[in-house]
């Protein structure tokens, strides 16, 4: 993590910036120059970047043991160690926080797909549930400690002495407390672990919340999985519940704690909730929007009285619509772009088809461009018939998906019947480059002799030039 904090002060120094000042009429002056930006990051989020990433917890060890002489006070040096190490977290949560809003100001969402969005805030809920899980466990030992120490005091002892191996001949007076502290036995007595429900003495030390801790012995075993996986199922459990099952005693720091627990699960709830509102936003206004076609086209057809067949052919064709678009209008999305982007993404996706005609293999570029921008994308269920022999030809088609059948009985002769099938890259309706090439041709169309039919198709696409 330190490693990335690293890259990203890195980066702060090369990344330009656009001034406030200058953000006028909708555009800005981008400032480059490498001492101004760095002057910029150095009077703002630089000191919270540098703090972030300093070793603070191997300074104090190593300040304190220089101090005392290299005979350190464990437990000066246990509570340093606890408020640093929480203190370290404030400016990393201040810097996530105003990146957080910049990538949604700039992008308008964080993630494109819903599953991203997930994702994210499943991350979210395992990153607060393993910090609150730490958090545990650190005043589970503390409370452990608190209670051993209060004993301690009221027999007379120095709290000082819980942390003293006092093997060391030049303690003996620590050595000889201390060993009269363990013959007491006042330690494992009167710090006994006792269900805060079942505490009926007032003399008995409640530990609330921080009972499971002590009680399934996970602050004293050597196995860092069983630390590791017990704190995070706790803090995940006491998180998706909003500490709801939380009793705690009458210290307030624990009620501090668990009033954490509660707000931080109703905010990670209410930020899934909207993050996935968003998602499905759009989603759900484009679903709205087919309803009221939908509507509006069973009204239409019950007002006219349109035949059942005739009303499930537009119900068919409506559904498979949506079913290939999901209510986006690729037409109109590709109108509302710039010309040269509008005339580079029809000749990305219809030169392929052109191309695969004979006579447009020779001809020019601009005039290859301005065949792609006429073509258009047309959807056609399954049995439609697109041209019936005898119709005139009023253009030309491009198969993108799905199969073609054309068929004819030329000209209607008894017993003649040819039948040829198209698929995807195929074309149909080439004897409109014939006509339209013959200068003598008339202002007539020609009259077309086959009859056209769609196949059986799942998924079908048709572009078509006229």
Not at 170 to 197: G, W, Y
Not at 314 to 334: F, H
Request: charged letters at 20%.
């Amino acid at each position: 993590m330190d490693a990335f904090y690293i890259i990203h002060i890195i980066f702060q120094f090369r990344t330009g910036f656009i001034p406030v000042p200058s953000r006028v009429f909708g555009r800005g002056d981008l400032i480059v120059d490498p001492w101004a930006i760095a002057k910029r990051y150095l009077f703002t989020y630089f000191i919270i970047d540098v703090l972030s990433i300093l070793p603070l917890p191997q300074l104090v060890i190593l300040l304190v043991n220089r101090s005392l002489n290299g005979q350190p006070d464990t437990f000066v040096m246990k509570e340093l160690l606890t408020y640093i190490i929480i203190c370290q977290y404030v400016p990393r949560i201040l810097r996530i926080v105003p990146l957080y809003i910049e990538v949604t100001r700039t992008s308008g969402f964080l993630t494109e797909t819903a599953w991203a969005g997930a994702a994210l805030n499943l991350f979210l809920y395992m990153l607060a549930s393993h910090v609150l899980g730490a958090i545990w466990y650190m005043i589970s030992v503390e409370r452990q400690e608190r209670c051993w120490g209060d004993v301690a005091r009221g027999h007379g002892y120095n709290r000082s002495l819980l942390y003293c191996t006092c093997n060391n001949s030049d303690h003996p007076r620590l050595a000889e407390s201390f060993r009269a502290l363990q013959k007491v036995l006042i330690l494992n007595t009167s710090c006994s672990l006792i269900n805060p429900d079942e505490i009926t003495n007032s003399t008995d030390f409640n530990f609330g919340i921080f009972f499971d801790a002590l009680q399934s012995e996970i602050v004293g075993t050597r196995s860092f999985r069983k630390k590791f996986f017990y704190c995070f199922w706790w803090g995940l459990r006491n998180l998706s519940s909003v500490g709801s099952n939380l009793k705690t005693s009458t210290f307030v720091w624990e009620i501090v704690f668990a009033v954490v627990i509660s707000i931080a699960g109703l905010v990670l709830f209410a930020l899934l909730i909207g993050n996935m509102q968003k998602y499905l936003q759009s989603t759900g206004v484009r679903v709205e929007e087919m309803r009221v076609k939908r509507t509006d086209a069973e009204q239409w057809m019950k007002h006219r009285m349109l035949p059942e067949n005739l009303r499930e052919r537009i119900r068919r064709y409506q559904q498979y619509k949506w079913q290939q678009t999901r209510g986006v209008e690729e037409e109109s999305l590709i109108n509302c772009l710039p010309r040269d982007l509008r005339r580079d993404i029809k000749h990305h996706l219809c030169l392929d088809l052109l191309m695969r005609v004979p006579l447009f293999e020779k001809m020019d570029e601009q005039l290859l461009d301005a065949m792609c921008d006429r073509l258009k994308p047309v959807l056609y269920t399954e049995k439609s018939y697109i041209e019936r022999e005898g119709d005139p030809v009023e253009e030309m088609l491009f198969i993108i998906r799905g199969n073609l059948v054309s068929t004819t009985t030329n000209g209607g002769i008894t017993g003649f019947f040819n039948a040829v099938n198209l698929k995807a890259g195929d074309f149909c309706g080439e004897a409109l480059l014939t006509w339209a090439l013959d200068p003598q041709s008339s202002s007539y169309l020609i009259t077309h002799l086959h009859q056209n039919r769609t196949g059986f198709v799942r998924s079908g696409g048709l572009c078509s030039v006229s």
